[in-house]
């Protein structure tokens, strides 16, 4: 039994609207409404919403529209532009997971609410989950070739893997099909993580500290790869991989909608 915790108050800037509730499954899903069923399906029994004040009402009337969600599922909703000073850009991901720690209670999950990770990845991290201890997480990876857009350049979580620990992680810009920089089989992240509660203390502490050197830098971002190697470094956690063979889907531009619905169709 786990925690989802979904983060979902991202600006989309460049998709020029609410990509978290683009439709784009084959009967009018969401991206979200595909984390929430698979997790279920692994184990979940709640469900955190990270959201932004202005679009909370757009994400509940989302579920109300497609019937509600499960009755077994506990669901909360938390405003991440309500935790920390207020700006108009999110802090970053690892603010987005710290803005939830008051709705979180045992082992938690961490998903984007704007990625496909497919059924059995989130299995193999519920899995993973049981035996986790305080200073331990654990990251789902993914093969490059399976994360990369027909077009266009995205940035990944770059892994090092030694057997199935994560000994570093590096945030890589620039990368495309095209490119031959890493083999194709390299293991990246793309934010989906479980954590024990024990790393809720150790992003308040970081978070702290990103404020006292960036909290000036209106689009400076508390990121949860670097918050995760950060507490790497220090020893303070380890980290272990499982890898899927799952098809990453995602958008970036309206364009990319056609494209993931039918990936999704074809599913």
């Given at each position: ?18 990509k978290q509730l ?20 692994a184990g979940a ?223």
């Open positions: 039994m786990f925690t989802l915790v979904v983060m979902a108050a991202g600006l989309g800037s460049r998709f020029g609207s609410t683009a439709q784009v499954g084959p009967n009018g899903e969401a991206f979200l409404d595909f984390a929430i069923a698979d997790a279920q399906a029994k709640r469900v955190v919403l990270i959201v932004r004040s202005e679009i909370e009402a757009d994400v509940q009337r989302h579920f109300e529209l497609r019937g509600g969600l499960p009755d077994d599922l506990d669901v909360a909703y938390v405003r991440q532009d309500g935790h920390g000073p207020p700006r108009p850009k999110p802090w970053g991901t690892a603010h987005a997971v710290l803005s939830a720690a008051e709705a979180v209670s045992g082992p938690f999950m961490v998903c984007n609410a704007d990625d496909y990770y497919g059924p059995t990845a989130y299995a193999a991290l519920a899995q993973a989950m049981q035996t986790m201890t305080d200073n331990e997480a654990w990251l789902c990876g993914y093969r490059l070739d399976h994360t990369l857009p027909a077009e266009g350049t995205v940035t990944r979580g770059v892994c090092q893997v030694d057997g199935d620990r994560l000994v570093g992680i590096v945030e890589q810009e620039g990368i495309s099909l095209d490119d031959h920089t890493f083999p194709k089989d390299t293991v990246v992240s793309m934010n989906l993580w479980a954590f024990s509660p024990a790393f809720l203390d150790a992003l308040r502490d970081g978070f702290a500290r990103f404020l006292d050197q960036h909290g000036d830098n209106a689009t400076a971002e508390y990121l949860l790869p670097h918050a995760v190697a950060t507490e790497m470094k220090s020893g303070a956690l380890t980290v272990g991989v499982v890898t899927t063979e799952e098809t990453w889907i995602g958008v970036t531009n309206p364009d990319d909608l056609d494209v993931a619905r039918a990936a999704l169709r074809s599913r």
